[in-house]
């Protein structure tokens, strides 16, 4: 039989993100993005995934038949003190299982390698802060290293709202109340405990994810009413995030909502983890600070990517930074390669790259 807490263990103690573990193959670790084959464990055959899935539903006949059902389950699992969040779905008829280690010590602000005027947003009376960026490009870490932050450094009652609950904050100079989002947990949706929050009391409503219109429009009447909203979406840049709250919409909708996004729209952190040369993930982030002239881009008739795009290029003397800046910063202190730098853009962009690269040592050469 397989050894299912050893393959969990040693991803821990190895410092996996994930382990998967799919029938036919050996068990992999993700580590720093890249698959490791357990090698010293055997093809993973349809015993074992069967013995694994009573191994974690523990005879627990409602978790198997919510599996009959829905073809999923999420799971919550501890072992050598770190927590685990397991998620088991279905492939040509057998569980499959994807174990996400979470780290137990909780981020700080400054191990993010963000800007200062990021840790500045969060201490906002109100408004509206996004944190973008695909799966597992650092956001939960973000969002919480700002949690932990305000925790550290204000008085102030902060509302989160998670599936699942990832990092466990406990109260300092904060009130610090966490909700699981799902059936059967503290709230059934996000758009629910978003709504429900109005009348909870909160400075800050952080929301794990804003995915459909119910949750958008939740997360803008908190700000409008006073509240500072800290939320994630599932968007690679600051201009196809905004693009994308407004895709929410009818067209006949959205002149309305371009004017409330552009007064309670404070920030934009979009990131992206890459491949670093001490073969760690480095954070290089997109940074839009919703100025003035930025606000009047979100509120023209016809929205342009590529104009809010240009105004974040032009706009670092109040604290933007564009993605191309934050490469050629990363390439320029030898934190990633020209190479990993590359893989990120397309031609134009490498050109514009390179260009950035030689006005840098340009200046410093002159200094």
């Known amino acids: 039989m397989i050894d299912i807490e050893k393959i969990l263990a040693d991803g821990v103690t190895k410092g996996a993100s994930d382990i998967h573990i799919v029938e036919g193959s050996k068990p992999l ?28 539903i523990n005879d627990n006949p409602g978790l198997r038949n919510m599996f009959q059902n829905e073809k999923k389950l999420d799971l919550n699992f501890q072992i050598l003190g770190a927590r685990l ?12 299982f ?34 973008t960026g695909k799966s597992n ?11 932990n932050e305000i925790n550290r ?18 109260s300092d100079k904060s009130l610090i109340i966490q909700k699981e989002v799902g ?20 400075d800050i409503v952080v929301i794990g994810e804003i995915r459909d219109k119910n949750t958008i429009d939740a997360a803008l009447e908190l700000a409008e009413s006073g509240h500072l909203v800290i939320g994630t979406m599932h968007t690679r840049s600051a201009a196809e995030t905004i693009d994308r709250i407004l895709g929410f919409y009818d067209l006949s909708d959205q002149l309305v909502v371009k004017y409330i996004v552009s007064s309670v729209l404070k920030a934009v952190i979009s990131q992206r983890l890459i491949n670093g040369n001490d073969n760690n993930l480095v954070m290089v982030p997109e940074i839009m600070i919703v100025d003035d002239v930025i606000s009047g881009l979100i509120r023209k008739e016809k929205f342009s990517k590529s104009e809010i795009e240009d105004a974040i290029q032009t706009r670092m003397e109040r604290g933007s930074i564009s993605f191309i800046n934050s490469l050629a910063n990363a390439v320029s202190t030898k934190k990633i390669s020209l190479y990993q730098a590359k893989k990120q853009l397309d031609d134009a962009g490498c050109e514009n790259l390179t260009r950035i690269l030689g006005q840098i040592n340009e200046r410093k050469l002159n200094f």
């Open 29 to 56: 670790y993700r580590i720093n993005r890249t698959l490791v084959e357990v090698e010293e464990v055997e093809e993973v055959n349809e015993k074992d995934i069967f013995d694994i899935f009573e191994f974690f």
């Open 85 to 96: 969040r397991i998620n088991v779905s279905s492939a040509s008829g057998l569980p499959i």
């Open 98 to 131: 994807t174990a996400r280690i979470i780290n137990n010590k909780l981020p700080r602000f400054n191990d993010l390698g963000l800007p200062d005027v990021v840790r500045r947003t969060a201490s906002l009376p109100q408004g509206l802060i996004l944190v």
């Open 137 to 147: 490009s650092g956001k939960s870490t973000t969002l919480n290293a700002l949690i």
């Open 183 to 202: 059936e059967g947990k503290d709230c059934l949706s996000f758009s629910d405990g978003a709504i429900n929050a109005l009348r909870e009391d909160c």
């Open 153 to 170: 450094t204000e008085n102030r009652k902060i509302l989160t709202l998670e599936n699942p609950i990832e990092y466990l904050h406990q």
